[in-house]
């Protein structure tokens, strides 16, 4: 299986700041990874795609990037509705596997 | 819109069989390109890939679940199953079903990736 690492498990910001969370994969994915939003008591919601790819009707103050083994993504101004959990994924191989999740709060 | 939503007992008592159902509006079952998939997340934990199914029936499931899963689906009711049999306490999560979009083609990709593109509210299913 191709294990998803994103350090740290939580992250503390501010309003308006421009936010960067991680995620590592243990192999080789070209550019098969995804990322998804969840707040709590809610199911994930897709935000990108192909590691670089913005979904239809996600603002774009959120942005991915890396390729191969390391991806970020990128939340230019931080909103109140933005605090929330956030896990990638790797599409490249099945069995499909989630990162476990970089938790943003408040500081 | 394509809406899911999961149905079945929240109780499951421990060695029982989970059963869960994915009931699809707004689309059709039967659509090329997508796939029809279970995952599930424990209590305060991460999400965790069960497996998933095609109209045509084919399926593929998660290997450290592979002994215990059958997922199904029956086109006529736009709808698909999962099955968990011999449960325990490990198995308590939110199950969730979703829709795979099996033909989202990126530049940097040579073959078409999966996205988990619609998502069901998700049901607690206790084992106890």
């Known amino acids: 299986d191709i294990r998803m690492t994103q350090p740290p498990s939580s992250l503390s910001a501010s309003l308006g700041d421009r936010v960067t969370i991680t995620c590592r994969t243990s192999h080789n994915i070209s550019s098969y990874l995804n990322w998804y939003q969840q707040k709590p008591g809610k199911a994930p919601k897709l935000l990108i795609y192909g590691a670089s790819s913005l979904q239809s009707g996600v603002p774009s103050r959120f942005s991915g990037s890396g390729s191969g083994t390391d991806f970020t993504l990128t939340i230019s101004s931080l909103q109140p509705e933005d605090f929330a959990t956030y896990y990638c994924q790797q599409s490249y191989i099945t069995p499909l596997t989630f990162g476990q999740g970089t938790k943003l709060e408040i500081k | 819109q394509v809406q899911l939503q999961e149905s079945g007992p929240g109780l499951v008592k421990p060695s029982q069989i989970l059963s869960l159902t994915c009931t699809v509006s707004?689309?059709?079952?039967?659509?090329?390109?997508?796939?029809w998939s279970w995952i599930r997340q424990h209590p305060g934990k991460g999400l965790e890939w069960i497996g998933y199914?095609?109209?045509?029936?084919?399926?593929y499931y998660n290997p450290s679940l592979k002994s215990r899963v059958t997922i199904s689906i029956d086109t006529s009711k736009n709808q698909f199953s999962l099955k968990l049999s011999s449960v325990t306490a490990a198995d308590t999560a939110v199950y969730y079903c979703?829709?795979?979009?099996?033909?989202?083609?990126?530049?940097?990709?040579?073959?078409?990736?999966?996205?988990?593109?619609?998502w069901g509210h998700g049901i607690l299913v206790t084992v106890s």
């Open positions: 979703a829709r795979v979009d099996s033909e989202v083609v990126v530049a940097a990709n040579p073959e078409p990736e999966e996205i988990f593109d619609y």
């Open positions: 707004g689309g059709s079952i039967s659509s090329d390109g997508y796939y």
């Open positions: 199914i095609y109209y045509s029936g084919s399926a």
